[in-house]
């Protein structure tokens, strides 16, 4: 039998606060039996019927402030074992009583958890007991750092150590001990799950649930000097086979974990300090490349970067020599459109703190792959556009938060490649923080090399949030081009209002002709764009199956900026289920007008011709439920395209029959039938990944292009012999599948070691 324990200070407070959180917890307590409280070994619950708790509903705006836990200063050593049996663990107060955000918001979590926080003059120490009434069938999906947390059991502990309710550190793991971190900034506008800090966990898994023992070294975070401090602090738990979310500061729906504003609160932090905070990292590399002709080619190298923290929150990265071979590959995609494709910065170093360089929308951060213009867009530098390696020399990166200001300022020289020049790319950005979670910003980038058509952009933004739920952003910006003056510039205006289960925004966006950002990404120039859409997601009342319903639709018209002639008109509705598994369903009808003002060439030989074009599409898509050992999606699109027909299918297939391996299965496939011509394309990858344990791993992604006739692998053996430490084995190979051909093959290896001081 499981029983919950509420200390009487609890049952009090809750009495005196309903309707609250606490008044919550006190009477899921009270409703299943308390006992008196030991060790975190002794905590159990009765069961109890949650829904019949919670009758008032959170006040979300102040609860935030009933959630205070004590951090216990220790002298004793602590061994990372995810065992919770030294006597610390027992002294220092528990973080408990989570509160649902799925699938039921405002109730009592159907499982327990304790989080107690320890102390000494280097680390942090979090224990974390995650009671379970069914631990045989944990939900465990993958040992791989950043696993996919969404798909498996697991717990995450959110610290915004400098206490400024905007940016913050995440550490999560599973039932297995794998890692997972992310770095928060803009009030989670910005999500970084790419960054990687310094720290370690370990899990031990029993009868009654399972365990995990985290340490974070002081100076993995960012904090200020002071002698007494006190941090804003979240904790997630989440049980997969119920498909449910727990936070301890309690969130609404249309919120997440790493919402600052929103965390709780961390106190007892007294004379800790973050040390030198200076990182050295070199790395060595070999390469070989066979290009099929007789002279291939070998070339060993290195360099270093440094890391080091000017304060307790601005960080100075230097590089030279900087190595930015990407040891995975990009994945190949198929444009049916008129417009360039996305491909995300995957490069260690420009991923720190990269939300600064961001430019927030109402709709969203910049960076994502629908935003029309993304002023700085970092794989411009060191890579051509066809997405070849240009050498960096070195460069310099500053980054970080000094008062109420986010800075962001980096340098970077490439060296000649071919008939590319030399080139200097500088970008500087500074954000205001006011009213809390409202920013105004400037951006400048600039490119100068050896030929006189340098390039600059100028650009001035804001972001305004009212009532937690209303959102305005607009940007301005200007381009300064030798060879294209005149028509150089972008503007936007959008505006949302969130609500739990309903979201209503629009926008207009204008980018004139000769807007040019050399150093950023545009998709779409010479049009002001004009765009609405309404999301409606409510949920059916104590449905088993189905979690809420989605109908939503969308306007988008496109005008030429310089003419006001119409480009293009496209509406659509669409309308699905969500399902308490986390499957979901949906369809989605479009009707799309397109004017052509020249012929577009859709694929080699086929071009589309001038003129006016109507027509409609229907599309449907399915996922399932993730967490399985078996699991996958696909979307289906089909009706009149431009003057023809096209059909196409992308889907997804995920075999994880444990832990160590995860085999997915891509497909990309279109039929297109137009009156100049028809044409085929398919893209068929598979992913495989082999976890020998947290810290060693096999990955292998295939391709093949039946377009362009191509077979590409990138095979690659990790070992991480220390945090942020790697060793890399690394195989490419691109074929003619044709005639067999070799177009390339080459050997990597690749050694880093971190210096942490």
Known sequence: MRRVVADSW?????????????????????????????DPGTMQRAPGDAAAIATNPIDYATARFERVVHALRIDEPITIDGKLTEAAWQRAEPANHFIQWNP??????????????????????????????DSRHLTVNGLERDFASGNQDGVGIFIDSLHDGQSGFYFATNPVGAHHDVQYSGDETY????????????????????????????????????????????????IRRANEDSHWSPLPRRYRVGRASMAGTLTGLDDIHQGRNLKIKPFAIAKTLDTGLPAGTEHVDGGLDVKYGLTESMTLDLGYRTDFSQVEADQQQVNLTRFNLFFPEKRELFLENAGIFGIATAAGPSGSTSDNVIPFFSRRIGLSSSGSPIPIVGGARLSGRTGPYEVGM????????????????????????????????????????????DNRLYGVDTFLRFFEKLEVSSYLMKTDTTSRKGQDQARRLGVAWREDDWTLGGQYEAVQPNFNPEVGFVRRTDMGHYSTDLSWRPRPQNSPRIRNYTLGTTADFYAASST?????????????????????????????????????????????????YQYASMALNYTSDQSRQIEGGATLNTGAFWDGHATSITGTL???????????LNLSQSDVRLPQGDFATTVVGARVLYGFSTRAFLYSFLQYNATTNQFSANTRFNLIHRPLSDLFVVYNERRETTSGALLERGLIVKFTNMFDF
């Not at 049952?11 to 409280?37: D, F, S």
């Not at 995920?654 to 997915?664: D, E």
Request: glycine share 10%.
């Open 654 to 664: 995920n075999m994880k029959p444990n832990y160590h391996v995860n085999v997915a």
């Open 10 to 38: 609890d049952l009090e407070r809750g009495v005196k606060l309903k309707p609250g959180i606490a008044g919550i917890c006190a009477a899921a307590c009270l409703l299943r039996g308390t006992a008196a409280r030991a």
């Open 564 to 612: 006001g002639a119409l480009q293009t008109r496209q509406q659509s509705v669409n309308t699905g289920l969500s399902f308490q598994s986390g499957a979901s369903l949906g369809a989605t009808v479009s009707n799309t007008f397109d004017r052509l003002v020249v012929p577009f060439a859709i694929y080699p030989g086929v071009n589309i011709p001038a003129g006016d």
């Open 104 to 133: 039921h918001p405002g109730l009592p979590a159907s499982e327990d958890t304790d989080v107690r926080f320890v102390y000494d003059a280097q680390n942090l120490y979090v224990g974390v007991r995650c009671w379970d009434s």
């Open 410 to 453: 980096l340098g970077m020289m490439t060296g000649r490649q071919g008939t590319i020049r030399s080139t200097d790319f500088l970008v500087g950005r500074v954000r205001r923080t006011f009213r809390g979670q409202s920013t105004i910003g400037a951006l400048l980038t600039s490119r100068t090399s050896a030929s006189p058509d």
């Open 191 to 238: 999500r970084n799950v790419d960054w990687e800090g310094v720290w370690d966990v370990k899990v031990t898994v029993d009868d009654s649930g399972w365990t995990a023992e985290f340490i974070v070294p002081f100076k993995t975070l960012r904090f200020s000097n002071a002698a007494h401090q006190e941090w804003g602090v979240n904790m997630m738990r989440r």
